[in-house]
């Protein structure tokens, strides 16, 4: 049966890292960042672009779960909502599918040090910091796996989803 591994958690967490070592490390295997979706000039978010983006989404899930090539099917986005996930998953009824839930956790400290690195880089912008942190209290209660990945190397907390997702109950 395909396995769908969801990760979400707040931006800068870590999630796409995570998501490419994943990808190197489970045969078999597809990933897809919800952000490619977003990746637009100019972004605008509206009612039009937000269903635009979740049938994007949507359907390159499906055409990944459906092709017999892979066996696991990597999902990032920040899904900071219960509703988010639920919405995507109603949207792949009818496909055969295990579903794992994996959120990133982390300090507000190691999230203003991570995020600060990259504003260094120039890979994000200073206002991120404050919608990041805002959010992080938004995942405490989701129905989800939580891997706190304050203090963890991207392979480490990999190696943690791949456990959750072959152990068996």
Not at 3 to 24: A, D, E
Not at 47 to 67: A, F, G, P, S
Not at 122 to 139: A, G, N
Request: charged letters at 30%.
């Amino acid at each position: 049966m395909k396995k769908l591994i969801m990760v979400n958690g707040t931006m800068g967490v870590g999630k796409s890292t995570v998501c490419n070592q994943l990808l190197k490390m489970l045969p078999r295997s597809v990933y897809l960042d919800g952000d490619w979706c977003w990746n637009m000039n100019p972004f605008v978010v509206s009612e039009e672009t937000k269903e635009m983006v979740m049938d994007n989404i949507t359907h390159l899930l499906r055409n990944y779960l459906q092709c017999s090539e892979y066996d696991y099917v990597i999902f990032c986005w920040v899904m900071q909502e219960e509703r988010i996930i639920e919405e995507v998953l109603r949207r792949l009824e009818g496909i055969e599918l295990e579903v794992h839930k994996i959120t990133l956790m982390i300090t507000e400290k190691a999230l203003r040090d991570r995020l600060n690195k990259d504003i260094v880089r120039k890979i994000r912008t200073y206002d991120v910091i404050r919608r990041s942190v805002e959010r992080l209290s938004l995942y405490e209660n989701m129905d989800t796996i939580k891997i706190d990945v304050s203090l963890k190397i991207p392979k480490q907390i990999a190696k943690e989803i791949i456990y959750h997702v072959n152990k068996v109950t």
